[in-house]
């Protein structure tokens, strides 16, 4: 069964103190995997998409990668605006394109 | 552009009411979706569409049920509502281009007592 974890579930940072989220698939013929972005009390909004291992991806304070087994969402120097919860998602592709996510992991960055 | 607009916000409804969720999209997406939300679990797929008058089950169906008559809307009918069905509802679509992007709506938050 195709399936997405995510961990932590919960993470508490300082301002300006780099980690990274983990996300760990076992997604038939991966074709996708998503990371989204979601704040509270609104739907997710897209960050990257990943298509092979071995490829990242940047944006801002963020940097996504992608190994056979799994996905990394860095966070370098965090601000307090990068307060939220962060939604991985994969897809083995097909002509649905249906996505399996996450639980998310939901990350507070204190000033 | 409004992108995916979702209504109502809110909802309460009584065990045995039955009510429509709405989602219209501008964006001239084939592919539309619907989700559920509830804590501790990832969004879990009740029903999805292709096209106007192609919808299909996804992994979560029972107690809904869908229509497509235009490429712009997609609601979400749920019958004899039941506390179950407390969750936080999304609406979502995409153009059908492989591996493309969803784009949500902001939700619906509704409660069965």
């Known amino acids: 069964e195709d399936q997405v974890t995510q961990s932590p579930e919960a993470l508490r940072l300082q301002e300006g103190e780099s980690s990274s989220l983990n996300c760990s698939y076992t997604?038939?013929?991966?074709?996708?995997l998503f990371w989204y972005r979601q704040d509270p009390g609104k739907g997710p909004e897209f960050l990257f998409t990943?298509?092979?291992a071995g490829e990242e991806k940047e944006k801002e304070r963020l940097k996504a990668t992608l190994t056979k087994k799994e996905s990394f969402l860095h966070i370098t120097a965090p601000k307090p605006e990068d307060s939220a919860t962060y939604l991985c998602?994969?897809?083995?592709?097909?002509?649905?394109?249906?996505?399996?996510f996450g639980t998310g992991t939901l990350l507070a960055v204190q000033p | 552009n409004a992108g995916v607009t979702q209504t109502p916000k809110f909802r309460i409804l009584k065990i045995g009411q039955s009510m429509t969720l709405q989602c219209t999209q501008d964006?001239?997406?084939?592919?539309m979706y619907w989700y559920r939300q509830d804590p501790g679990m990832g969004l879990k797929l009740i029903y999805y569409?292709?096209?106007?008058?192609?919808?299909d089950k996804g992994e979560v169906p029972n107690g809904y049920n869908v229509s497509r008559s235009t490429t712009e809307d997609f609601p979400l009918r749920l019958e004899l509502a039941a506390p179950s069905q407390t969750s936080v509802y999304f609406c979502?679509?995409?153009?059908?281009?492989?591996?493309?992007?969803?784009?949500f709506g902001s939700g619906t938050q509704l409660s069965v007592l």
């Open positions: 990943l298509y092979s």
């Open positions: 979502a679509s995409r153009t059908g281009t492989t591996n493309e992007k969803l784009f």
């Open positions: 997604v038939s013929g991966l074709r996708g």
């Open positions: 998602a994969g897809t083995g592709g097909g002509a649905t394109n249906k996505l399996i």
């Open positions: 964006m001239n997406h084939n592919y």
């Open positions: 569409s292709v096209g106007a008058g192609i919808t």
